[in-house]
């Protein structure tokens, strides 16, 4: 028996030594090396459970992690079960409406059935928090004699009292004329779609930031009895009531820069930059560390190189180097440049001319990069990709925003582009969304460039129905039309956008891989 419990130490230590070398797949297998059968002590049964569920966090497979931690919920001293169900229900937290729905085909405990329908109360009702705590008092009944029955998650239990804060008139002050009219509409109409869709009996009232000046019009809206503003869009009217103590919570659609100490102003916003950003975090973690860009001569080009170029540089990736485009229908010559084709054949003659031989030979590109960040639009990028093939790098993982997916409905255009990695809102890649399929349907021809303001506007509703909640547990996300949606510590709600990749010429939902060593 002591050299069992020497043993089981041992291979625990070991496991703790893989998961903090990040070699998940080892860790896993050492853990899995004990059995039902084997004697072991609860201590040991917990700590082995606890860092499964530690990998199963690290690679996101979240249901997995949440059934980890159910299956050593009776077995817990009294003190530990509170944090533990907490780590369970945020687990589920980090999955999708139809993903937890997926998971009640499979086999089930009784434990695990019930908490996986615990969160689908939060998951179906996340727009009317009135609904959410009708289905949960519905659940409590249902799952008389389950853990989370007796002693439910904090999420659950604050529901009284988020229904006593939540908004019963929320102002939207938006431009309705003149700049920015257009999309001010499509925030607007997204909004009213996602507000009826909720079955949410708020009154809404509906301001032009352009009718007047920005503070007179919150001042306008809170003497007319608004508990929540949704706007300003423009930059500069965020700016101006950043510094201004405001009268009621407002949620700007657009970020001023530098932090605000005010603490009734939420910002959330498109801006372009988060995409890069982002770009940056998913080459790091495939693996990824020696890039080269290619971008436009633009603001936008500009704007998006110096913010991926600064989160990878910060995470200790390398930007090896970049090549701008202007408006060259013919990409030969950067492409050239920016792989040193020149240099490989320099070389051959060098040495042709040493040997005194005609040599047979192949351009080589530069070996030192791990991929490459496309900053270009649809358009651009099938004259790019192609060439990059061209000129021996049809091997490279290509990665770009979601601005190479605008016009991509032409499938026979799309196989120049096959192989690119990029990340985009999940309105543009599900069409499981009643908000979506309302807009869509009263949309007129050539409104498609605004898809992603009706999408702002659908998720500003999801924010102000769950302002209160997204600041008590701002680790659970909102999923948003937008993307997947979290609150930091300065009141700025932040985006995770979902991947795809275009395969034999169409869009693909798909997460980048490794294939560095």
């Not at 919570?249 to 995409?275: H, I, M, V, Y």
């Not at 040193?340 to 040997?355: Q, T, Y």
């Not at 030979?361 to 093939?389: E, Y």
């Not at 050539?446 to 769950?466: M, T």
Request: with cysteine; glycine share 4%; aromatic share 10%.
């Amino acid at each position: 028996e002591k050299n069992s419990y020497v043993k089981s130490n041992f291979l625990i230590i070991e496991a703790e030594r893989a998961i903090h070398l990040k070699k998940l797949k080892l860790a896993i297998k050492i853990l899995e090396s004990f059995s039902e059968e084997d004697a072991l002590s609860s201590a040991s049964r917990i700590k082995i459970s606890n860092l499964k569920a530690e990998i199963y966090y690290l690679e996101k497979d979240f249901s997995s992690h949440a059934k980890e931690l159910i299956s050593i919920s009776r077995i817990l001293k009294k003190s530990k079960k509170n944090s533990n169900r907490e780590r369970i229900f945020h687990s589920l937290m980090m999955l999708s409406k139809k993903k937890l729905e997926n998971l009640l085909k499979g086999p089930l405990t009784f434990e695990e059935r019930g908490w996986i329908l615990l969160a689908l109360v939060v998951r179906a009702n996340e727009e009317n928090l009135e609904k959410q705590f009708l289905a949960f008092e519905e659940w409590k009944k249902n799952w008389t004699g389950h853990s989370a029955q007796m002693s439910p998650p904090l999420r659950l239990t604050a529901l009284p009292q988020m229904i006593k804060q939540s908004p019963e008139t929320v102002a939207l002050i938006l431009p309705l004329s003149e700049e920015y009219s257009k999309f001010g509409e499509a925030i607007r109409d997204g909004f009213i779609a996602a507000h009826y869709q909720s079955e949410d009996k708020k009154r809404v009232l509906v301001y032009d930031s352009n009718s007047s000046d920005i503070i007179e019009l919150i001042e306008q809206a809170s003497k007319d009895d608004a508990d929540i503003i949704v706007g300003p869009l423009d930059r500069r009217k965020v700016r101006a009531i950043a510094d201004y103590r405001l009268p009621v919570k407002t949620l700007a659609l657009n970020r001023a820069e530098g932090s605000s100490e005010q603490t009734n102003l939420f910002q959330f916003g498109l801006a372009p930059e988060d995409e890069s950003e982002q770009v940056a975090r998913k080459a790091f973690q495939s693996g990824y560390r020696r890039a080269l860009i290619i971008a436009p001569e633009t603001e936008w080009g500009e704007r998006n190189l110096k913010a991926f170029t600064k989160t990878f540089n910060e995470l200790g990736g390398e930007t090896l180097e970049s090549a701008r485009f202007s408006s060259q229908k013919d990409y030969s010559s950067l492409i050239r440049e920016l792989f040193k084709i020149d240099a490989s054949e320099s070389r051959a003659s060098r040495l042709s001319r040493i040997i005194g031989k005609q040599l047979e030979f192949r351009p080589r590109r530069r070996k030192d990069v791990d991929f490459i960040f496309l900053l270009a639009s649809n358009g651009q990028a099938r004259g790019i990709k192609p060439t990059i093939s061209f000129f021996y790098g049809e091997d490279l993982p290509v990665f770009a925003t979601s601005h190479i997916n605008r016009d991509s409905e032409n499938k026979l255009n799309n196989i120049d582009l096959n192989g690119i990695y990029f990340c985009e809102m999940p309105w543009n890649l599900e069409n499981q969304n009643k908000v979506k399929a309302e807009i869509i349907n009263s949309l007129e021809e050539g409104s498609k460039e605004l898809a992603p303001f009706f999408a702002l506007g659908a998720d500003a509703h999801k924010i102000v129905q769950q302002l209160e909640q997204i600041k008590q547990f701002p680790y659970d996300p909102v999923f948003g039309s937008t993307g997947l949606l979290w609150m930091n510590s300065k009141n700025k709600i932040k985006r995770t956008l979902a991947w795809a990749k275009f395969e034999d010429a169409t869009v693909k939902l798909k997460e980048p891989t490794t294939t560095v060593k």
